[in-house]
């Protein structure tokens, strides 16, 4: 097998989704594809880079603003949907976010589609994203991991809320 980002991603994802990012190690993420940690950091220098390149699939699924007719709701609810779909997306990204490793900027586009508005939208979105994380986490160290009883939350309202024009 020839090692690459994709498969240093992919192998990354799995640790991620199966044990989350408090296990995720350079180390770690070496001895499951039986190559030296050495060979890892020829293509990510750093853990950061690598949670950079996670959070930036994450980020893909959601359209940027110059995207045809996209609405901050649509925008927001297409954020927190990417940021759910992996265990711990919500702090890979922010971690990617404040370390630069990713190039993106979530505010800025928020702004964009509701201007005045984007820093709140940003603390809203991934707030509720984490909020449903840390929730999920427990719910799996309790071995509670009944789909039913853990339920992702529909931001819509909360957004909807967040855009209305100030009626005072």
């Known amino acids: ?37 050495g060979a890892l950091y020829w293509h990510y220098p750093s853990k950061q880079d690598l949670l950079g390149a996670i959070a930036l699939q994450l980020l893909n699924a959601v359209p940027t603003p110059d995207s045809a007719d996209v609405q901050a709701q649509e925008y ?8 759910t779909t992996l265990r711990d997306g919500a702090d890979i990204t922010l971690t990617a976010i404040a370390s630069h490793t990713v190039e993106r900027d979530i505010v800025a586009e ?3 589609l509701a201007p005045h508005k984007g820093q709140i ?48």
């Open 1 to 37: 097998m020839q090692l690459n980002t994709q498969i240093i991603l992919d192998k990354a994802t799995e640790i991620l989704s199966d044990y989350g990012l408090g296990d995720l190690t350079m180390r770690r993420l070496a001895r499951t594809l039986d190559v030296a940690p």
């Open 76 to 83: 927001c609810v297409a954020l927190y949907e990417a940021l």
């Open 110 to 112: 928020l702004d964009c």
């Open 121 to 168: 939208l940003y603390h809203y979105v991934f707030g509720a994203a984490l909020d449903f994380q840390a929730k999920e986490n427990v719910a799996l160290a309790l071995g509670k991991q009944d789909e039913n009883e853990l339920v992702s939350v529909d931001i819509r309202h909360g957004v909807a809320m967040l855009l209305q024009e100030d009626n005072r």
